[in-house]
Nanobody, 129 residues
Framework: GAARGVWGGSVQPGGSLRLSCAAS????????LAWFRRAPGKEREGVSC????????YYGDSAKGRFTISKAADKNMVYLQMNNLKPEDTAVYYC???????????????????????WGKGTQVTVSS
């Protein structure tokens, strides 16, 4: 399976975007999915993460209160709803998952992306007026 399909775009400050990630194999092994982003000149940053077993969700500090991760009940799709976007949210966004269970608490921390095995193709999100 693979994580793929992230559709970003451009939006003005205060606007919203929804990113989508289609991953095969969600029903047969993957235990969660995380979103990361990489802004120019910065390290890759954990944005949001979900454990599929119990639906628990985790967010990086920059995403709390503005972004929401969710999983479609009948589709192998995970979404990242981004509201009240700011210019500092401008980055390439990636979805990622792992062949083995992973703790979102760790994945959302510094360097948490290192342990992720399967990455979607990144998509550019640009927030500007």
């Amino acid at each position: 399976g693979a994580a793929r399909g992230v559709w970003g775009g451009s939006v003005q400050p205060g606007g919203s975007l929804r990113l989508s990630c289609a991953a095969s194999g969600f029903t047969s092994g993957y235990t969660g999915l995380a979103w990361f982003r990489r802004a120019p000149g910065k390290e890759r940053e954990g944005v949001s993460c979900m454990h599929f077993s119990d639906g628990s969700t985790y967010y990086g500090d920059s995403a709390k209160g503005r972004f929401t991760i969710s999983k479609a009940a009948d589709k192998n799709m995970v979404y990242l709803q981004m509201n009240n976007l700011k210019p500092e949210d401008t980055a390439v966004y990636y979805c990622a998952t792992n062949l083995t269970p992973f703790p979102c608490q760790v994945v959302m921390g510094p360097g948490g992306h290192v342990g992720m095995d399967i990455w979607g193709k990144g998509t550019q999100v640009t927030v500007s007026s």
